[in-house]
């Protein structure tokens, strides 16, 4: 009885664990009049729409000839991959997240066609922690290379 309650209350503590990996979905997420978020202060994110010196964060927009094409083709990328769930899809616009195999930490991914039409602005960033090792950068050139081909 004593070795059932201890397991119990071991996986309730890892469960718990766990789940605080999640996070709660920040509240600046989503299409701002015709931008995105600025980064946080932490290299847990990279966004085309960061200063183009900003080594850390600044990653190159999607270019496209098509945008809406495009960002129906990224949205069947996200669909495609377990590990990611598209939240929020309009003609412009595309929110997923991206839940990690290990320890279920969330990342916060956006697509939104940008001003100029030629382009898709990218923004993905790490709920939680200070670090990424590359995550978030790696997923937005992963998405990139899978579009050209």
Not at 50 to 55: I, L, M, Y
Not at 93 to 107: I, M, R
Not at 132 to 149: H, K, M, P, S, Y
């Amino acid at each position: 009885m004593l070795n059932h309650a201890i397991r119990t209350a071991g996986v309730t503590t890892l469960c718990f664990i766990l789940g605080a990996c999640a996070g709660s979905r920040p509240a600046n997420l989503g299409q701002i009049n015709t931008t995105l978020a600025p980064c946080p202060d932490k290299p847990n994110c990279v966004s085309s729409l960061a200063p183009a010196t900003d080594e850390e964060h600044f990653i190159a927009p999607l270019s496209v000839k098509n945008e809406t094409e495009t960002l129906k083709a990224i949205q069947q990328l996200i669909e495609n991959n377990p590990q990611a769930l598209v939240k929020i899809s309009s003609p412009e616009y595309v929110y997923a997240e991206y839940t990690s195999k290990w320890l279920g930490f969330v990342d916060d991914v956006e697509f939104l066609i940008g001003e100029s039409g030629s382009t898709i602005e990218v923004r993905s960033a790490s709920r939680l922690g200070y670090a990424d090792f590359g995550v978030n950068r790696a997923r937005i050139e992963d998405i990139r290379n899978q579009l050209a081909q």
